[in-house]
């Protein structure tokens, strides 16, 4: 057995689900009639982007990209990318879509990278953001809710890869 802590939630089910909506909304909105490309960030995003492609329903394609950086609770500060986007980003616009932007090194790397694939732009979209974390001169041009430093899992968010089926998002107590 090794999951010991139930999480606290911060960010309940349907408080998720009304603002993916939302964002789904908006960002329908913002790139209709675009050439569009998802890059997801692996693998924080998978329950935040299974939902939110539901509520665009515009054509676009998806990719993924495969970052780590994080060791138990803390922030290595070095970005692996394990792996990259197959899809042609040239002529397209790219919304990168990740769990949580927090120092900002994770999506600040994974730009940089594709701007040489010479995309016609690149936005980011996050469920979470912890803007007192920053390290990065980064924000993002879509987010979820903004959280506290607090270290949070769920809804796709790990502690040492667990916890990313929670239906919520939850505080974890220090040890
Ligand atoms: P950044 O590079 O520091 O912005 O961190 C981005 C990545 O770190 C996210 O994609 C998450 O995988 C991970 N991360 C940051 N904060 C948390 C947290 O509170 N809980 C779980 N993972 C986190
Ligand atoms: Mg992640």
Redesign the pocket.
């Known amino acids: 057995m090794e999951i010991i802590q139930h999480p606290k939630v911060l960010v309940n089910e349907q408080k998720i689900a009304e603002r993916v909506h939302e964002l789904g909304k908006i960002i329908t909105k913002d790139y209709e009639g675009k050439k569009l490309t998802l890059v997801c960030?692996l693998k924080?995003c998978i329950p935040f982007v299974a939902d939110l492609i539901r509520e665009i329903p515009i054509p676009f394609i998806v990719d993924v990209i495969h970052a780590s950086?994080?060791v138990d609770k803390e922030?290595t500060g070095h970005?692996k990318v394990l792996s990259k986007p197959k899809l042609e980003l040239k002529g397209r616009h790219v919304l990168l879509i990740?769990?949580?932007?927090?120092?900002?090194?994770?999506?600040t790397k994974i730009a940089s990278g594709l701007q040489k694939h010479k995309p016609l732009s690149i936005k980011s979209c996050v469920l979470l953001d912890?803007p007192s974390r920053r390290v990065e001169p980064i924000y993002a041009d879509y987010a979820g809710f903004e959280i506290p430093n607090e270290?949070?899992?769920g809804y796709g968010?790990?502690f040492n890869e667990y916890y990313r089926n929670l239906p919520y998002i939850g505080t974890l107590e220090s040890d």
């Open positions: 960030v924080g950086s994080y922030s970005v990740d769990d949580i932007l927090d120092t900002g090194r994770t999506l912890k270290f949070v899992v968010l790990d």
